[in-house]
């Protein structure tokens, strides 16, 4: 599995140089869920203060597009995966090439009953 973490810009910016730093931590590594990037985040960096890394869960994401004194909550409903990536981690998972202890969180995500366009997940 692969998770991409920003798409290049045409600028470079000091972000860049951060994510450049943690996908280095990274490389080599077999990094099967989420959590397991909260831990590798603040080791990406050797000298000086470790990053932090804060954990949050959609219902803390809002939409500051809406209109008005409050914003909304971006996210209505939990949010789905594509079926097909849905299957393929099923099957990963009856395979064991994802770790037994990873079983719950994959089995555990919401397939889309329709086609789910998540530009971030091209992997």
């Not at 409903?77 to 990963?92: F, R, S």
């Amino acid at each position: 599995m692969t998770t991409i973490l920003w798409k290049r810009a045409i600028h470079r910016m000091e972000g860049d140089s951060v994510h450049a730093l943690i996908e280095k931590t990274a490389r080599g590594r077999e990094v099967y869920s989420p959590d397991e990037w909260y831990s590798l985040v603040p080791w990406a960096k050797v000298n000086g203060n470790p990053y932090t890394v804060i954990e949050v869960n959609q219902n803390v994401i809002f939409d500051f597009k809406s209109v008005g004194a409050f914003s909304e909550k971006a996210y209505k409903a939990l949010l789905e995966i594509n079926v097909a990536k849905y299957k393929d981690l099923i099957y990963y998972c009856d395979k064991h090439i994802i770790p037994e202890k990873y079983h719950t969180f994959y089995r555990n995500l919401l397939p889309a009953e329709h086609d789910v366009d998540n530009a971030s997940d091209e992997d």
